[in-house]
């Protein structure tokens, strides 16, 4: 039935081959002299299967094309907007006075009091942990819609899938380095010196932070293009997924330690299958809170996390003045075995987010 | 013997059909989980290897998998089984137009796809002008190409894989968008990149310019490759296998109209009146039609439309240039075209005949490719062609 021919007498008619190509049977890389004496390029033999890719040596050759992607996010993003790049400081400020007003002046949360930086003040503690989540929660959000909007780069051409959500994080990544440079700013202004000797602890669970985010954006992005549910599914997870980090209020509300006021407030304790637990353990296992807790200790109080589990302090009045000398929790508590369990959930995430996006990304140009 | 720069070995692919499709999870929640799905093999164990410097032309009917075949080679899909190895860098244009993204202004999609091609900065930029030159699109280069025309679109992302220097170049059936003056300069493209040793693969619908531009033709059907080799031959056989398809007696597909006249037979005769299906090129030939009515209908036109295997409408005479159209037809009858020298030159040709009313534009049958028939040389015939001009030669010295 079929009249397949897989040596056709047409073979052998063709032009002799050009002295370029040395291949031998499994040979990769033969030196190529071709363009008419343009420097020679070496050319790549591609093996193309079933199988998943598994190699990251490709990732060289795209550099430049993350790099493109990575810009084209941050460009399009305040596209034909007037106040453009603006609106990326305006958000945050705008968020941040909503919290403050509703958080700090209509429910009169004490902002928590720094130690050793002093610093009592609502807006700040909010800044700390709302720009990392913010970052966090966009780069997932965002990945989503990158890689819906880019359905035509995928259908036509061939590049490692996974630039696109991850092009998305680094644009996110590099709003979120002048946000918190500008924080910095203002914190080293108002508040303490130490947040800058802390710095390179800042940068560790910055990258803590993006590696799960990545993960994240791996695993949603792909998910969400099989089942498009994902992307409504994650405004409810995020926003409540905030709520239960201690973004927006301060931690003492949760574990107990030193309001502004000087006041030392109680661990609050939950019932739980005849268990009590106290709900700073239950809010630790959110790895979340363990960056958002670090962010606070390193800007905010200008301490390393590990450092604040119980210390002796100088409570301050809310007359301003210093009480004597008391033993307590105080400030953004991380222990190290938080900050491990925080760096192993983030590679997790980050290693099965790609094992995932590898295993079915081949399925992408079929299914979007 | 020869290595290949492109080797497809055993590639199928495979594409699930989701019926009712629906991407929410309380749709696969309600199906326990699982798509209901059917497979469907748009490859079906493949093998094929392209030389260095050749030109290849994939061939095939409508959804026979040329274009899958193509995306595997480009890496876009992966096959399912089986594997396919490249030698060298690759640019595609697919279907449908390049990989675009609609938003960004023509030079962003320049500088984005060059990167896709693995082109640092540095060397697009030296290339910028000759891209932008050989599309021609002019100052349109600064604005969103969602503002493209379907010509625009194709030429910018013609001329951006071609000038990114490939030493593998896909072409998917798309140059048939551009207007005459690209296309021409698009075929001289594919000469040169041919001259300096590049391969190109196309896919294209029109036998002519496969039979023209490609030294290596592969004819896919169904999934499954039927013929790989010369051009002609591949070309032969696949449009043979067309004419055999259509000539199977259906009554149904080849045939439509609203049947109160119906052409109930076709006749080819010659001289003598003998039925044949082989005629000399510049013999008489007749056509006969035999018809029957319903019902009574006014002012039928009857023709007879003559066409080469490709597809190309050779004429169509009627008889209402005739000015043979009857006030009124009612029962049967035969009508019969005369033709006292067939201009035809050597060749297979098919016969699409029909009776319409008089504007044409309303048919009451029509039977496509309804007879074929060979014409044979006689004589000394031109050596290439449709119709014979006829006419003489002479010198004036
Ligand atoms: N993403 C997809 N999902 C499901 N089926 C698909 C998909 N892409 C292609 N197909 C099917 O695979 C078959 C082969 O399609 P393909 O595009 O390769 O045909 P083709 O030979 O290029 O046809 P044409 O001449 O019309 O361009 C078709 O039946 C088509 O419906
Ligand atoms: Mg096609």
Same mark, same amino acid.
């Given at each position: 039935?079929?009249?397949?021919?897989?040596?056709?007498?047409?073979?052998?008619?063709?032009?002799?081959?050009?002295?370029?190509?040395?291949?031998?049977?499994?040979?990769?890389?033969?030196?190529?002299?071709?363009?008419?004496?343009?420097?020679?390029?070496?050319?790549?033999?591609?093996?193309?299967?079933?199988?998943?890719?598994?190699?990251?040596?490709?990732?060289?050759?795209?550099?430049?094309?993350?790099?493109?992607?990575?810009?084209?996010?941050?460009?399009?993003?305040?596209?034909?907007?007037?106040?453009?790049?603006?609106?990326?400081?305006?958000?945050?400020?705008?968020?941040?006075?909503?919290?403050?007003?509703?958080?700090?002046?209509?429910?009169?949360?004490?902002?928590?009091?720094?130690?050793?930086?002093?610093?009592?003040?609502?807006?700040?503690?909010?800044?700390?942990?709302?720009?990392?989540?913010?970052?966090?929660?966009?780069?997932?959000?965002?990945?989503?819609?990158?890689?819906?909007?880019?359905?035509?780069?995928?259908?036509?051409?061939?590049?490692?899938?996974?630039?696109?959500?991850?092009? +998305?994080?680094?644009?996110?990544?590099?709003?979120?380095?002048?946000?918190?440079?500008?924080?910095?700013?203002?914190?080293?202004?108002?508040?303490?010196?130490?947040?800058?000797?802390?710095?390179?602890?800042?940068?560790?669970?910055?990258?803590?932070?993006?590696?799960?985010?990545?993960?994240?954006?791996?695993?949603?992005?792909?998910?969400?293009?099989?089942?498009?549910?994902?992307?409504?599914?994650?405004?409810?997870?995020?926003?409540?997924?905030?709520?239960? +980090?201690?973004?927006?209020?301060?931690?003492?509300?949760?574990?107990?330690?030193?309001?502004?006021?000087?006041?030392?407030?109680?661990?609050?304790?939950?019932?739980?299958?005849?268990? +009590?637990?106290?709900?700073?353990?239950?809010?630790?296992?959110?790895?979340?809170?363990?960056?958002?807790?670090?962010?606070?200790?390193?800007?905010?109080?200008?301490?390393?996390?590990?450092?604040?589990?119980?210390?002796?302090?100088?409570?301050?009045?809310?007359?301003?003045?210093?009480?004597?000398? +008391?033993?307590?929790?105080?400030?953004?508590?991380?222990?190290?075995?938080?900050?491990?369990?925080?760096?192993?959930?983030?590679?997790?995430?980050?290693?099965?987010?790609?094992?995932?996006?590898?295993?079915?990304?081949?399925?992408?140009?079929?299914?979007? | 013997?020869?290595?290949?720069?492109?080797?497809?070995?055993?590639?199928?692919?495979?594409?699930?059909?989701?019926?009712?499709?629906?991407?929410?999870?309380?749709?696969?929640?309600?199906?326990?989980?699982?798509?209901?799905?059917?497979?469907?093999?748009?490859?079906?164990?493949?093998?094929?290897?392209?030389?260095?410097?050749?030109?290849?032309?994939?061939?095939?009917?409508?959804?026979?998998?040329?274009?899958?075949?193509?995306?595997?080679?480009?890496?876009?899909?992966?096959?399912?089984?089986?594997?396919?190895?490249?030698?060298?860098?690759?640019?595609?244009?697919?279907?449908?137009?390049?990989?675009?993204?609609?938003?960004?202004?023509?030079?962003?999609?320049?500088?984005?796809?060059?990167?896709?091609?693995?082109?640092?900065?540095?060397?697009?930029?030296?290339?910028?002008?000759?891209?932008?030159?050989?599309?021609?699109?002019?100052?349109?280069?600064?604005?969103?190409?969602?503002?493209?025309?379907?010509?625009?679109?194709?030429?910018?992302?013609?001329?951006?894989?071609?000038?990114?220097?490939?030493?593998?170049?896909?072409?998917?059936?798309?140059?048939?968008?551009?207007?005459?003056?690209?296309?021409?300069?698009?075929?001289?493209?594919?000469?040169?990149?041919?001259?300096?040793?590049?391969?190109?693969?196309?896919?294209?619908?029109?036998?002519?310019?496969?039979?023209?531009?490609?030294?290596?033709?592969?004819?896919?059907?169904?999934?499954?490759?039927?013929?790989?080799?010369?051009?002609?031959?591949?070309?032969?056989?696949?449009?043979?296998?067309?004419?055999?398809?259509?000539?199977?007696?259906?009554?149904?597909?080849?045939?439509?109209?609203?049947?109160?006249?119906?052409?109930?037979?076709?006749?080819?005769?010659?001289?003598?009146?003998?039925?044949?299906?082989?005629?000399?090129?510049?013999?008489?030939?007749?056509?006969?039609?035999?018809?029957?009515?319903?019902?009574?209908?006014?002012?039928?036109?009857?023709?007879?439309?003559?066409?080469?295997?490709?597809?190309?409408?050779?004429?169509?005479?009627?008889?209402?240039?005739?000015?043979?159209?009857?006030?009124?037809?009612?029962?049967?009858?035969?009508?019969?075209?005369?033709?006292?020298?067939?201009?035809?030159?050597?060749?297979?040709?098919?016969?699409?005949?029909?009776?319409?009313?008089?504007?044409?534009?309303?048919?009451?049958?029509?039977?496509?490719?309804?007879?074929?028939?060979?014409?044979?040389?006689?004589?000394?015939?031109?050596?290439?062609?449709?119709?014979?001009?006829?006419?003489?030669?002479?010198?004036?010295?």
């Amino acid at each position: 039935m079929s009249r397949a021919t897989d040596e056709s007498p047409a073979l052998q008619a063709w032009p002799a081959e050009p002295s370029s190509l040395t291949t031998g049977a499994e040979g990769r890389e033969p030196a190529g002299t071709d363009n008419g004496g343009r420097r020679s390029r070496r050319r790549r033999t591609t093996v193309h299967t079933a199988k998943p890719r598994f190699s990251f040596r490709e990732y060289g050759q795209y550099r430049e094309l993350f790099i493109n992607l990575t810009l084209r996010e941050l460009r399009s993003k305040y596209k034909r907007s007037v106040i453009g790049w603006g609106w990326s400081m305006i958000n945050p400020l705008a968020n941040m006075a909503i919290y403050t007003i509703v958080f700090s002046m209509l429910f009169r949360i004490k902002a928590p009091l720094g130690v050793p930086s002093v610093l009592n003040s609502y807006a700040l503690m909010y800044l700390c942990g709302m720009l990392p989540w913010t970052m966090w929660q966009g780069s997932i959000m965002e990945s989503m819609t990158a890689l819906l909007g880019n359905q035509n780069l995928i259908q036509k051409t061939y590049f490692p899938r996974e630039l696109i959500p991850g092009a +998305t994080v680094a644009s996110k990544l590099v709003s979120h380095f002048i946000e918190m440079s500008l924080l910095m700013v203002v914190i080293v202004a108002v508040g303490d010196w130490r947040a800058l000797v802390y710095l390179p602890v800042v940068l560790v669970t910055i990258a803590l932070v993006v590696i799960a985010a990545l993960g994240m954006a791996l695993i949603f992005s792909l998910g969400n293009v099989f089942y498009r549910d994902i992307m409504h599914f994650s405004n409810i997870l995020f926003f409540i997924w905030m709520f239960l +980090t201690p973004v927006t209020y301060p931690w003492y509300l949760v574990a107990g330690g030193l309001d502004g006021g000087g006041n030392f407030q109680p661990p609050r304790l939950v019932h739980l299958l005849g268990h +009590t637990f106290s709900l700073g353990t239950l809010f630790k296992l959110n790895p979340m809170t363990d960056a958002v807790l670090s962010f606070q200790s390193l800007i905010y109080d200008g301490a390393l996390p590990s450092s604040q589990h119980y210390t002796a302090y100088y409570p301050i009045t809310s007359t301003g003045a210093q009480g004597p000398l +008391t033993h307590g929790y105080v400030g953004a508590i991380v222990s190290w075995g938080d900050y491990a369990y925080l760096a192993a959930w983030a590679i997790a995430v980050f290693v099965v987010g790609l094992w995932l996006f590898r295993r079915y990304e081949a399925r992408l140009p079929e299914e979007l | 013997m020869a290595v290949p720069v492109v080797s497809a070995e055993h590639v199928s692919k495979k594409f699930r059909l989701y019926h009712e499709r629906n991407n929410s999870i309380k749709a696969a929640v309600m199906r326990g989980g699982r798509n209901k799905m059917d497979e469907f093999w748009a490859l079906d164990d493949v093998s094929l290897e392209v030389h260095e410097g050749s030109t290849t032309g994939l061939v095939g009917a409508n959804g026979s998998g040329k274009s899958t075949m193509l995306k595997c080679l480009a890496r876009i899909l992966r096959p399912d089984k089986g594997s396919v190895s490249t030698v060298g860098k690759m640019s595609a244009l697919l279907e449908l137009g390049a990989g675009f993204h609609p938003e960004l202004t023509g030079r962003e999609n320049v500088f984005l796809n060059g990167a896709i091609l693995g082109l640092k900065q540095k060397e697009l930029q030296d290339r910028f002008d000759d891209i932008v030159d050989f599309a021609g699109i002019g100052q349109f280069i600064d604005e969103p190409v969602k503002n493209y025309s379907s010509g625009m679109y194709v030429r910018l992302g013609f001329s951006v894989a071609i000038n990114v220097e490939p030493d593998i170049l896909l072409v998917d059936e798309v140059l048939a968008v551009g207007d005459e003056a690209f296309q021409r300069k698009c075929l001289e493209r594919f000469s040169d990149l041919k001259y300096n040793g590049k391969t190109v693969i196309i896919v294209s619908h029109s036998m002519q310019s496969v039979l023209n531009m490609c030294d290596h033709a592969i004819w896919f059907q169904r999934g499954k490759k039927m013929a790989d080799g010369d051009p002609r031959s591949v070309v032969e056989a696949y449009t043979g296998a067309i004419v055999l398809d259509e000539h199977r007696p259906t009554e149904k597909g080849d045939r439509w109209g609203s049947g109160e006249a119906r052409i109930e037979r076709v006749e080819l005769l010659d001289e003598e009146g003998r039925e044949v299906t082989r005629v000399r090129s510049g013999e008489p030939l007749r056509v006969r039609l035999s018809y029957a009515t319903s019902e009574p209908v006014a002012r039928p036109v009857f023709s007879v439309s003559v066409q080469t295997l490709q597809g190309l409408v050779v004429s169509t005479p009627t008889t209402r240039e005739a000015d043979l159209v009857p006030e009124k037809l009612d029962g049967t009858g035969r009508v019969e075209l005369s033709l006292p020298r067939l201009p035809l030159l050597p060749g297979t040709y098919d016969l699409t005949v029909s009776v319409t009313d008089f504007t044409l534009a309303h048919p009451y049958d029509v039977r496509r490719n309804v007879a074929r028939f060979d014409v044979d040389r006689k004589g000394q015939t031109e050596p290439d062609g449709i119709v014979s001009l006829g006419g003489s030669w002479g010198f004036d010295a």
